[in-house]
């Protein structure tokens, strides 16, 4: 473990009551005992505070391997599809979005109906997405303000980060917010995701959308390989299922939607080969590479029609590498609109 390590109640339920699960180097996982959730604990204090995350930016998040895979069309073609299937049209928030790639594929896809804005606790990937064109917010998401309430912060309250407002016709003036906020396999590295969600929530207009994808700990390749599964790795702190996940949004959002995407054999097959041993970035960065090229070439269509049966299958049965919520932040009734 890292020099000064944090412990933390369930990320979930807030428990404090925890059995150990699995044990893998220095990371320690425990199972809360009053929601079954999974998480890391003790975790380093530079990955409770997202500092790792700013250190490793040019080293990972630029590699010229990771950047193509992410630039790629197929990287995002299941979040996109099915954020259009939900949001249409709108102000979208991408949080976590490292090298912008989710919003430059939005914007690129369907140039006239959406607004982008990204932000990362990252640095020098955020500098790349700009060059991409992808605008951002710096700093902090949990100290991001909504411009109603800016003003109301305290001396000793963190300075608010202003949020830039979409300005639109109407009577009324339009509600200040996002239409919809998405964290694309973000919750997993959070110290306390509840807190994101309910940033998000705040940000959101009323009727906003949330999309939260995180890997899925009930997929086949968590039970064929246990703790030998390469995402069991210090940089995740939390281990959703379905049910955690759902646990975690629905007292402040109505669930719409989930489902399971996702599924990587290649990964499934090195990591049982190698028996667990530890993934370099640079090999990760490798393979993500060189299954995007897989899935782009034209003669991988037969196989590729397998691996989306596959997919699918495992897909119906909860089973796939990851699962995504699509939720709705309840419409307040009209006396309440005022207090937000
Ligand atoms: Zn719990």
Redesign the pocket.
Known sequence: MNARSIHR???????A??EPHWQKGDLRLVR??????I?ANPIPADMASGAFYDAAGKDYYLSPAKLESDYAEVRFERELRLFRKHCPRGFVLDVGCSSGAFLFQLKKGWPGDYEILGTDVSGPPLDYAESRGVPVMRGDFLQMGVEKTSAATSPEAPPSVPLPVRRGAGDQGPEAGFDAITFWAVAEHLAEPKRFLEQAHALLKSGGLCFVLVPNFRSLAVRLLGARYRYVYEQHLNYFTAQ?LT?LVTPKFELLETRFTHFNPVVIWQDWRDNGREVSNAERGALLKRTTAYKQKGWMKPAKWAYRATENALAAFGLADNVVVVLKKRSLPPTERGSF
């Not at 109640?9 to 428990?15: D, F, L, T």
């Not at 809360?32 to 959730?37: D, K, L, N, T």
Request: with cysteine; proline share 11%.
């Open positions: 109640p369930c990320p979930v339920c807030g428990s009551t925890a809360c005992g009053e929601c079954g959730m998480y955690t646990a």
